[in-house]
């Protein structure tokens, strides 16, 4: 099972580079804790209570080495099972059509 955590930085009411250094941070200890980038989220294989966990843990370390408040930079940081997440890239299943075509052998396609 894979869970994730996203991270979102507060670009809008902080410095750009003051903010991005303050990302670097916290991902350097996320994935030093075994958490990978994916996207916007980095993602671990562990159950929900291991991976929030780790990922506080990273956070925390992130803010005692940084010389900034790391708190203040971070808008939201939540956890999530990454198979209950919906791509909202693909169509519901009420927008997928599926016809049913007469005459076609399984055998024949490909062919």
């Known amino acids: ?19 991005l250094a303050v990302f670097q941070s916290i991902k350097s200890a996320l994935e030093e804790k075994g958490f990978r980038q994916d996207g ?20 925390e370390e992130a803010a005692a080495r940084h010389d ?13 099972d990454v198979s209950k997440a919906t791509n909202l890239l693909v169509p519901g299943g009420m927008e997928i059509d599926v016809t049913e075509l007469e005459g076609i052998e399984l055998g024949n396609l490909g062919s």
Do not use: Q, S
């Open 68 to 80: 900034e408040e790391v708190y203040a930079y971070v808008k939201e940081f939540y956890g999530f």
């Open 40 to 59: 916007r989220a980095f993602t671990i294989g562990l159950p929900p209570g291991e991976a929030c966990d780790l990922a506080r843990g990273a956070l």
């Open 1 to 19: 099972m894979r869970y994730g955590v996203m991270l979102n930085m507060d670009y809008e009411h902080y410095p750009r580079g003051a903010v």
